[in-house]
T-cell receptor, first 113, second 114 residues
Framework: DADVTQTPRNRITKTGKRIMLECSQT?????MYWYRQDPGLGLRLIYY???????NKGEISDGYSVSRQAQAKFSLSLESAIPNQTALYFC????????????FGPGTRLLVL | SQELEQSPQSLIVQEGKNLTINCTSS?????LYWYKQKYGEGLIFLMM?????EEKSHEKITAKLDEKKQQSSLHITASQPSHAGIYLC??????????????FGGGTRLMVKP
């Protein structure tokens, strides 16, 4: 089984709809991250969480919110989806004791019409 | 991110040829990570470099960190179709154990022709 899983893997939604992307990990890592990937722009950080009580905005947090329900779960919400949020979304985890390398999920492909 | 530039943006090579991808930083590097992504899929961690002059190899892939130039290179020897994908470098600029916020380059898209 994969260490970092994301659901759904693909999603099509309409402008104005609220959607949630979920991330779960079995690595036991404290730190979790949400990124989006757009062609030619690499990965950009949306939000990150160092533990269950810690949430921080990343480079491009506007239009997004997150919830760290447990150490193993970190969800990303688009309150009112807009077409320029169409992208590939990745969740990642890391742990200071494990050398801080980030381990990524398989990604969620989101299309906002 | 313009703080981290990758070159070339795309590359097509014949199977068996060697190739090099570069990642250049405009800021001090405390850690440099290389990932590979198959088209539309997740990222696979390749290796991490932390010290100037450090070089690491895994199978036919070698990465080096040139601290003076603030640059890292990824070299693939005798390329194979399985090497095709997008290679991303990620930089740790902070060095404060604050969670290793990585800044990523724009990626290099590699195609290997059989």
């Amino acid at each position: 089984d994969a260490d970092v899983t994301q659901t759904p893997r693909n999603r099509i939604t309409k402008t104005g709809k609220r959607i949630m992307l979920e991330c779960s990990q079995t690595k036991g890592h404290d730190r979790m991250y949400w990124y989006r990937q757009d062609p030619g722009l690499g990965l950009r950080l949306i939000y990150y969480s160092f533990d269950v009580k810690d949430i921080n905005k990343g480079e491009i947090s506007d239009g997004y919110s997150v919830s760290r329900q447990a150490q193993a779960k970190f969800s990303l919400s688009l309150e009112s989806a807009i077409p320029n949020q169409t992208a590939l979304y990745f969740c990642a985890t890391s742990d200071l004791l494990a050398g801080e390398t980030q381990y990524f999920g398989p990604g969620t492909r989101l299309l906002v019409l | 991110s313009q703080e981290l530039e990758q070159s070339p943006q795309s590359l097509i090579v014949q199977e068996g040829k060697n190739l090099t991808i570069n990642c250049t930083s405009s800021k001090t590097l405390y850690g440099l990570y290389w990932y590979k992504q198959k088209y539309g899929e997740g990222l696979i961690f390749l290796m991490m470099l932390q010290k100037g002059g450090e070089e690491k190899s895994h199978e036919k892939i070698t990465a080096k960190l040139d601290e003076k130039k603030q640059q890292s290179s990824l070299h693939i020897t005798a390329s194979q179709p399985s090497h095709a994908g997008i290679y991303l470098c990620g930089a740790d600029f902070l060095n404060n154990n604050a969670g290793n916020m990585l800044t990523f380059g724009g990626g290099t898209r590699l195609m290997v022709k059989p």
